[in-house]
Structures are given as C-alpha cells and as structure tokens.
C-alpha cells in the first residue's frame, strides 16, 4: 500500500525542493515512497491485515517524514537537517506504538478503518 504521494513529497521539501530534487525524476520519487510504504507495512502485519486504508492520515504522515528523509540522505549528500532527523526519529517511534497497540489505526483487522486513536505530533514538522 502507498500511504503519500509524490506532490506532497515535493510540497513538504518547501523552499529546499529545487535544490534536493532538481535531478530526481518522479519514478524515483515513486519508487523511495514505494519503499517507505514497505517499511510501514513491515510493522503493520503484525497487527493488522494489509492493505491498511491509504487514506490514513496517521501513516500518510510517517510515509512523508519517513520519504523526506530517504530524499535527503540519497541526495543532499547527507546533509540532512537536525529537524528533518528528529522527524524521522518520532515517525520510527509511532510505528512502534502502532506496532505495540500504544497508537489504534483500526478497531480490529475486521472493522472499518475508522481511526479511534491519533499520535501527537508537531505540525510545525510537516
């Protein structure tokens, strides 16, 4: 499942887009996304049946941080911003907790996927 799209990738770099991605095509923005939603899948299996609803907001949020950062560490020569690793850091954390129970994406693998329970998070970081 892929949980954020490439527009909202390049909307998030802001100001720092031309420079990061000038020489990345979307295919490739495609595939560290792909990539990304792989990695979140990893720690929903074992809780929840897959695919998850991609119109999460809880995960379309971990995907865009957890993205922003592959993008920085391929191509911005690992020049990654101190709040763009402290974003990775809290989306790593709440996968966990999604992982443990701590955070609720679905009722149970047969319900809805209604969302009961939300992490708190910094909007300042999107």
């Keep these: 499942m892929i949980y954020t ?3 909202k990738i390049k909307d998030s770099l ?3 887009k031309d420079m990061i991605i000038a ?3 979307d295919n490739r923005l495609a595939d560290i996304i792909a990539d990304q939603s792989a990695y979140i899948d990893g720690y929903l299996r074992i809780r ?3 695919p998850i609803d991609e119109n999460n907001p809880i995960l379309e949020r ?3 941080l957890l993205s922003k950062t592959e993008i920085y560490r391929l191509f911005a020569a690992n020049d990654i911003p101190e709040t763009v690793k402290e ?3 809290q989306a790593r954390k709440e996968l966990e907790k999604i992982q443990k129970g701590e955070i609720i994406i679905k009722k149970d693998t047969n319900a809805d996927d209604e969302i ?3 992490p ?3 909007t300042e970081w999107l």
Excluded: A, N, P, R
């Design 120 to 122: 708190t998070y910094h």
């Design 23 to 25: 020489d990345i095509d």
């Design 116 to 118: 009961i329970s939300k």
């Design 5 to 7: 799209t490439i527009s």
């Design 62 to 64: 971990i995907c865009l």
């Design 87 to 89: 974003q990775e850091i």
């Design 48 to 50: 929840y049946d897959l």
């Design 14 to 16: 802001g100001d720092k």
